[in-house]
């Protein structure tokens, strides 16, 4: 697989890969590229499988094909060992790479996700409307799980841009990350996670919330913890930038 990816800062910089959530592009990590070029990182940020600009695979996705894509991509750039920082499916991929490749990493950090979320009908049934559909039924309810309602409402011009974010996404591309999603298998793999990790949770995320999901996450995984933050919705990274940007950056120094 192709995997459209851009990478910013020092040659020589140690790596960090930076993997976003479904329905969304590369751009969402636009407010961390700047500060982490700065500390002296060289950031290499992706586009998922079937997302922005990588290509639509024919068929649903696996988080093994996520993963794989990751690994592709480093050896691509002849990178052995990368930070990753996964926001949401993201997350998932990185917990999968934890797993099954945790020599390709030097340090993890899993922000607004989850190792078991909805059930597999939920996530197929959400991938059947996206292709019958359209991701027009999908981006109204994407933006309000992102964002909480004041930060949307302060900000109309970032609302229109992340609902066209969403609403240009492939829907063959979405409904594949669904079915990577709907098939994911990370829960018993997690105390096997050998990199240290910092688990991040937007405190009004409503797609996975603190509890249930990040505190499952950090108390499974043996070198991890959590942190909070208040203040943000799912795409934390957008509404809190700065106390993501920081937590990020702080823990990427320990890895
Ligand atoms: O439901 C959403 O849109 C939130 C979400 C779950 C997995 C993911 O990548 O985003």
Redesign the pocket.
């Known amino acids: 697989m192709q995997v459209h990816s851009v990478v910013d800062g020092p040659a020589d910089g140690d790596v960090v890969v930076l993997s976003g959530?479904?329905?969304s592009t590369l751009a969402m990590w636009q407010p961390q590229v700047g500060p982490l070029v700065r500390a002296g990182y060289r950031v290499v940020r992706y586009d998922q499988r079937g997302h922005g600009r990588t290509a639509v695979p024919d068929e649903g996705a696996s988080l093994a094909d996520l993963g794989g894509d990751v690994l592709e991509l480093l050896d691509g750039l002849g990178v052995d060992r990368a930070h990753f920082v996964g926001?949401?499916?993201?997350g998932?991929t990185g917990m999968w790479l934890g797993i099954h490749a945790p020599e390709r990493l030097r340090s993890l950090v899993l922000c607004c996700?989850?190792a078991q979320?909805g059930t597999p009908e939920s996530w197929f049934e959400r991938g059947a409307t996206a292709r019958q559909q359209g991701m027009a039924a999908i981006a109204d309810?994407?933006i309000e799980?992102?964002f909480t309602a004041d930060w949307l409402a302060a900000h109309p011009h970032e609302r229109r841009e992340y609902h066209h974010m969403t609403a240009a996404t492939p829907a063959a591309g979405y409904a594949a990350?669904c079915h990577a999603?709907a098939t994911m298998d990370l829960l018993g793999g997690l105390p096997s996670i050998p990199v240290p990790t910092l688990v991040i949770a937007g405190a009004d995320d409503p797609?996975?919330p603190p509890e249930g999901h990040g505190s499952v996450i950090a108390d499974a995984i043996p070198d991890a913890r959590l942190e909070v933050v208040p203040g943000a919705a799912?795409l934390g990274n957008v509404e809190q930038p700065e106390r993501f940007t920081d937590l990020i950056t702080t823990h990427l120094a320990t890895g």
């Open positions: 959530s479904i329905g926001l949401s499916l993201g998932m996700t989850s979320l309810g994407s799980r992102w990350c999603i797609a996975t799912h």
